[in-house]
């Protein structure tokens, strides 16, 4: 298979799952509502996922570095996660719903990373930007967000389980195409991890995402509730995710193009800020259309951060260990935050209202990307 073609599988692939996962993000709490569950259990059940990658992505992380290869982990987990889904998107009480949980996310937990770690090695021996590989997720994640918004809208959100497993079927035929990455060195043993464990510079970068990222990740569980609170419809959220995803799939695109400008710290702390007074803004606003018009800022802030982001973890990292060290990263910008998140996010959406949950995270973006320059001076000082 001639090289440029060898890409087409892997951008399907990210289109698959990506356009499978904005029903995750986008309409489950909406579907968890219409079982019954409160905004507080809500919130537990969403805590699960990041709690489940905490382990779930280290082990399928280090399990690719061991046998180095990522398609034959990445076919492992797709199998599990349409017999997951199919079952765990019609559990009606609060304890199937929990149980099934664990093991949907720990096997769609690990995809989206290995993945983009995927994604980088082919980039990197191609010569092309990751970015413009992985714009294809945010594409097939704004399709899916406005075409499944608009037939929930039509035919009920009891009905999410159909289109997810064809599209998590779909990841699974797709991942079966795939070219797989041989990295050149011996396979990693157990370990060789406590070479990261023990890198203070990754620690402490690490640390540093947190506030920042736990507020997306709040966003992403909640914005689908905060717009119904506000009084728009199922399909307003589908179209609020198209907005904010198109946008992001725009800067992927033209990441080759800026993101060497500058160091990636940089434009962390760049999007930290712009992060910072999007959720200010949102805090004031009482109009959901509105909320739909500045998720476009949500290209900006999250396809500059997480780029950036990930570009500066892989030069942290080790040859031999990047795929356990990006999905390490990822257990980080997704897993850890997305439990704080969860937890604290659902607490203070029921307690205190969307506004005040907003304005909460408002104020710890700006903080966490003073952090960031905290972090960067640090680093030049070294």
């Known amino acids: 298979m001639p090289e440029k073609h060898a890409l087409v599988p892997l951008k399907m692939l990210l289109f698959c799952f990506h356009g499978a996962n904005t029903m995750v993000v986008s309409f489950l709490p909406l579907l968890l509502t219409y079982r019954g569950l409160t905004g507080q259990e809500i919130g537990w059940v969403l805590a699960i996922g990041p709690a489940v990658s905490i382990f779930s992505q280290p082990f399928w992380g280090f399990m690719s570095d061991k046998y180095q290869t990522v398609q034959k982990v990445l076919i492992t987990t797709s199998i599990g996660l349409v017999i997951s889904s199919a079952v765990f998107f019609q559990m009606r009480t609060l304890t199937l719903i929990f149980a099934l949980a664990v093991a949907f996310y720990f096997f769609s937990s690990a995809i989206g990373p290995l993945a983009d770690s995927l994604s980088q090695r082919r980039a990197a021996a191609l010569g092309v ?18 075409l499944v918004g608009e037939l929930l809208g039509w035919f009920g959100i009891q009905y999410l389980v159909i289109p997810y497993v064809i599209m998590a079927s779909l990841v699974l035929i797709v991942s079966l195409r795939l070219t797989d990455m041989k990295v050149e060195t011996k396979p990693v043993q157990l370990s060789d991890i406590k070479v990261l464990l023990k890198d203070k510079r990754l620690l402490a970068y690490l640390a540093v995402l947190l506030l920042v990222t736990i507020t997306h990740r709040t966003n992403d569980n909640f914005i689908g509730l905060f717009i119904s609170s506000l009084g728009g419809r199922d399909n307003l959220v589908g179209w609020a995710w198209f907005m904010g995803v198109a946008s992001e799939a725009a800067v992927f695109m033209f990441a080759g193009k800026w993101y060497q400008k500058y160091h990636p710290l940089i434009f962390m702390a760049f999007a930290g800020m712009l992060y910072g007074l999007r959720w200010l803004s949102y805090g004031f606003v009482s109009d959901p259309l509105i909320i739909v018009l500045l998720q476009v800022l949500h290209g900006v802030c999250f396809g500059v951060f997480y780029l950036a982001a990930f570009q500066y ?32 996010g659902g607490y203070l959406l029921e307690q205190f209202g969307g506004s005040v949950l907003y304005l909460t995270m408002g104020v710890m973006a700006l903080v966490g990307a003073l952090l960031i320059v905290v972090y960067h001076t640090w680093m030049q000082r070294r």
């Open 129 to 146: 930007s990751f970015g413009a590989i992985r714009t294809w997720g945010s594409i097939g994640f704004a399709l899916s967000s406005l």
């Open 313 to 344: 973890v892989t030069r942290l990292i080790p040859k031999q260990l990047q795929a356990t060290g990006h999905l390490m990263f990822m257990t980080f910008f997704f897993g850890i935050s997305g439990i704080i998140g969860a937890l604290g």
